[in-house]
């Protein structure tokens, strides 16, 4: 008996997934599907929701997953660890508007204090780019605040502005990097 009240229940769970995932419009409704509230009033007023499938996935960038601090002078001493920052999972949305598709990027993350961690802000480097596999349409190098006490965080990065209907072949990579600031 409990074995199927299981089963009715994941059933009905899935079906409520699937049916959230095919709307594609719920303005009218009253439900949003921006829930971090990240929309921009310009991509509101004049912009178009884009059903899920067609916005460009997110990829983490292999290799750039995973940033680990030091004490000063130490590299890879497990005991002088200050923190490690992971990315996981992976999110975006996006709106076209009369002459570019915006995306809003979204990475939730984990952060680890170390044997030598303090506790504190620290500021992370975060890489969003989009590519078409023969060009670079979008990248931007983010310092973003983290509290290394809180455990997990979420990464947003609005206003991915890619050419008009950039979506078939476009990849959108999101990771760690130590490159020049602020490079787009």
């Known amino acids: 008996m409990f074995g199927l009240n299981i089963r009715r229940f994941l059933g009905i769970s899935l079906l409520a997934v699937v049916a959230g995932c095919n709307q594609t419009d719920n303005a009218n409704m009253g439900v949003t599907t921006d829930p971090s509230g990240v929309q921009t009033a310009h991509q509101q007023q004049t912009g178009t929701a884009v059903v899920q499938g067609a916005c460009p996935q997110v990829y983490l960038r292999d290799g750039t997953a995973v940033l680990r601090r030091y004490a000063k002078g ?35 993350g984990r952060v680890v ?60 990579y999101v990771g760690f990097d130590e490159g020049p600031y602020n490079t787009k």
């Open 113 to 172: 204090e170390g044997p030598a961690g303090t506790g504190g802000t620290v500021n992370v480097p975060i890489r969003v780019a989009a590519t078409d596999e023969k060009t670079t349409l979008y990248s931007e190098l983010v310092q973003h605040s983290i509290n290394t006490t809180t455990g997990q965080f979420v990464f947003t990065q609005a206003n991915v502005a890619l050419p008009g209907g950039s979506g078939g072949f476009t990849k959108v």
């Open 74 to 108: 130490a590299k890879d001493d497990p005991q002088k660890l200050l923190y490690q920052v992971t990315l996981a999972d992976t999110t975006r949305q996006c709106v076209l508007n009369e002459n570019q598709l915006v995306v809003t990027v979204m990475v939730q």
